[in-house]
Nanobody, 126 residues
Framework: QVHVVESGGRLVQAGDSLTLSCAAS????????IAWFRQVPGKERDFVAG????????YTADSVKGRFTISRDNTKNSVNLQMNSLKPEDTAVYYC???????????????????WGQGTQVTVSS
């Protein structure tokens, strides 16, 4: 079993920066990929960014490319999402997800992940 816990969400103003953190525990040795998704009420959960746990390969959604950066700290079993130049449309609940399967890929679909955190709210005011 793997547990992931998000932290760092809060209310910020447009143009501000914010860093979210995802801490993994439990059988973290089984993790091959960690990703961030976000969701607003009434809409699907959208992929934001993901990183390979072993090789550090990254993939970022076009909607946030150039503003958001994902990074990992294997010694701390954590992944950060650095968010710059935040916009009101970035307002959402941000979820961390871990993939614990044989194939280590950064997939953009929620079904590709096995463990989810409870989410952290990010609100960007205009």
């Amino acid at each position: 079993q793997v547990h992931v816990v998000e932290s760092g969400g809060r209310l910020v103003q447009a143009g501000d920066s914010l860093t979210l953190s995802c801490a993994a525990s439990g059988r973290s040795v089984s993790i091959v990929t960690i990703a961030w998704f976000r969701q607003v009420p009434g809409k699907e959960r959208d992929f934001v960014a993901g990183i390979g746990w072993g090789d550090g390969s990254e993939y970022t959604a076009d909607s946030v490319k150039g503003r958001f950066t994902i990074s990992r700290d294997n010694t701390k079993n954590s992944v950060n999402l650095q968010m710059n130049s935040l916009k009101p449309e970035d307002t959402a609940v941000y979820y961390c997800a871990a993939r614990a399967r044989t194939l280590a890929v950064v997939t953009t679909g929620p079904a590709g992940y096995d463990y989810w955190g409870q989410g952290t709210q990010v609100t960007v005011s205009s």
